[in-house]
């Protein structure tokens, strides 16, 4: 059974950090290409970060610079440290694994940066 567990989210003031986890399980965790999406409300889920097959990371434009995308291969776990976080960075993260025709979805964890 595949499982992906999101884990740090909660509320930031404007220009706060946090560091979202994502514990991966019943996957071949090297094989798939990992990412982290976000999706506001009334917005369509976006990519933030995701892994290219060349081992760099590719990053939408809004967070370049302020997020950074890691990997922990023996644990099976990918991170996105998010640093000066904005009120538009509000909204559910999830964590997703693809590999050709297969794609996994975590159940999200809330992010809300507020002052």
């Known amino acids: 059974q595949v499982q992906l567990v999101e884990s740090g989210g909660g509320l930031v003031q404007p220009g706060g950090s946090l560091r979202l986890s994502c514990a991966a399980s019943g996957i071949s965790f090297t094989i798939y290409t990992m990412g982290w999406y976000r999706q506001a409300p009334e917005k369509q889920r976006e990519l933030v970060a995701r892994f290219r097959s060349?081992?760099?990371?590719?990053?939408?434009?809004?967070?370049?610079?302020?997020?950074?995308?890691?990997?922990?291969?023996?644990?099976?776990?990918?991170?996105?440290?998010?640093?000066?976080?904005?009120?538009?960075?509000?909204?559910?993260?999830?964590?997703?694994?693809?590999?050709?025709?297969?794609?996994?979805?975590?159940?999200?964890?809330?992010?809300?940066v507020s002052s």
């Open 54 to 112: 060349d081992g760099s990371t590719h990053y939408a434009d809004s967070v370049e610079g302020r997020f950074t995308m890691s990997k922990d291969n023996a644990k099976k776990t990918v991170y996105l440290q998010m640093n000066s976080l904005k009120p538009e960075d509000t909204a559910v993260y999830y964590c997703n694994a693809n590999y050709v025709a297969y794609n996994y979805w975590g159940q999200g964890t809330q992010v809300t």
